[in-house]
């Protein structure tokens, strides 16, 4: 059995969305499983034209701050989101999304990407994939 | 067996090992996958990748701002 990479998503922060998307396909390409668990604001991101929508963490500043930020990105050939998000699942990566987050957040499954999506789950679907996991992190 | 050819010159992390992977899943038991790049760190990351997917490296060559990885899968 593989090894596996399991993180939670629980921030919508364009900066954030990269460190675990980056992980995660790093994780699959040195031959791990991966399960991203998106959650609270991680799982805005899985709304039909999200995943490029997020704001930085630090420096926002309205939104100057991102597009300067996405500005030295592109000089540096970093790949966007939604490149990232296709090799992702062009590997493998298993996507869960928090059930309790859509009932709290009045969010319906026709509103999310549903292609992206594997698994519609709780707590114990993280649980589930985590304790098989060597790596765990909360993003 | 074939060989397949992978430019990834002035691509960042972690589209080199990104693409690397997909090379190695497309490619055949004994095709050889050669990645040509820029980045000095994904220089050092494939053959650890390489180790990890229990695949052999023929070669690393070049300086980590020119590099040539061979790779038999």
Sequence with gaps: MADRT???????DMDKLYSALIIATGS???????????????????????????????MHMLGLGKLFMLSRMKKAHVATL??????????????IACEMTMEIMGVSRQSLREDLIDEYGAVGAYIHDARQSSITLFI | MAE?????????????LVEMR????????????????T??????EIPM?????????LSVEGTPNDWTIRIRR
């Excluded at chain 1, 490149?83 to 996507?95: A, P, S, V």
Aim: charged fraction near 30%.
């Design chain 1, 6 to 12: 399991t993180i939670v998503v629980a921030s919508g």
């Design chain 1, 28 to 58: 699959l390409s040195m031959g791990m499983d991966v399960s991203l668990y998106f959650t609270f604001w991680g799982l805005e991101r899985l709304k039909k034209g999200g995943l490029e929508k997020g704001p930085l963490s630090k």
């Design chain 1, 82 to 95: 939604e490149r990232l998000m296709r090799d992702f699942k062009e590997l493998g990566g298993k996507i």
């Design chain 2, 4 to 16: 397949i050819r992978i430019d990834v010159r002035g691509e960042t992390c972690p589209v080199p």
């Design chain 2, 22 to 37: 997909k090379a190695l899943r497309r490619a055949q038991p004994g095709d050889i996958v050669e990645i040509i790049g």
């Design chain 2, 39 to 44: 980045h000095p760190a994904s220089q050092k």
């Design chain 2, 49 to 57: 990748a390489v180790e990890a997917l229990s695949l052999e490296l």
